[in-house]
């Protein structure tokens, strides 16, 4: 059975330090991992994907992520944030089956 | 640019009701998903259907119906509103794209409805 966990419920950073969001997963198979970005009001936006190629995944809006199979863990980083990076950010775990599992969410804050 | 799209954005009406939301899209996937938001909380996983007249359901048991006659359109539907209804509904498709394998495709989500049931 697959799962995924965002560890952080809410995260708060000043602009201009780097961002890190945590996500660990389970799954029997290689899963595809994602991460979706929510801002208020509005609908997901895929920020970028792992799909078993370059373990270091680059996305929209300068973040990156890394995944490390002997940690299970997809974690969501961003060098310096920006005050338009404050949204709700999911990490979400497909296996070979195409069952699709969304995290909780991590609800990013930006302190000026 | 994805093309997907929910109308209405919002809604609000009366218990007892009856209420479809509909979801369309153009890129000519097979595959649909509702998913359900609380505030604050993780998206759910409710209806979804890997192509025409296959409807299934998710993770979260819901109230609501879907059908798939066509394979731009997936709309939901509520027999009778009630209160506990009051949630935003988002959908998503996917399918092949340019850089995509089988089975990697990534989700595509329209804007949602928020729906307030009174």
């Known amino acids: 059975a697959q799962s995924v966990t965002q560890l952080d419920s809410h995260v708060s950073v000043s602009e201009g330090t780097p961002v890190l969001l945590r996500c660990n997963y389970s799954?029997?198979?290689?899963?595809?991992l994602f991460w979706y970005v929510q801002h208020p009001n509005k609908g997901l936006q895929l920020l970028l994907k792992y799909t078993s190629a370059a373990t270091l995944v680059k996305g929209i809006n300068g973040f990156e992520a890394e995944f490390k199979k002997s940690e299970t863990s997809f974690h969501l980083t961003k060098p310096s944030a920006h005050m338009s990076d404050a949204a709700e950010y999911f990490c979400v775990v497909s296996d070979r089956d195409d069952k699709i599992i969304f995290g909780k969410g991590t609800r990013l804050h930006i302190l000026p | 640019e994805a093309d997907i799209y929910q109308t209405p954005r919002y809604l609000v009406i009366g218990t007892g009701k009856k209420i479809t939301l509909e979801c369309s899209q153009t890129m000519g996937h097979d595959k649909m998903y509702w998913y359900q938001q609380d505030p604050g909380m993780e998206l759910h996983l409710i209806h979804y259907?890997?192509?025409?007249?296959?409807?299934e359901k998710g993770d979260l048991s819901s109230e609501s119906t879907v059908s798939r006659i066509r394979t731009e359109h997936f709309p939901l539907t509520l027999e009778s509103a009630r209160p506990s209804h009051t949630s935003q509904y988002l959908c998503a498709s996917s399918g092949p794209g340019r850089e995509d394998k089988q089975g990697e495709y990534e989700q595509y989500f329209g804007p949602g409805t928020r729906l307030t049931v009174t």
């Open positions: 259907s890997y192509g025409v007249n296959s409807t």
């Open positions: 799954s029997s198979y290689s899963p595809s």
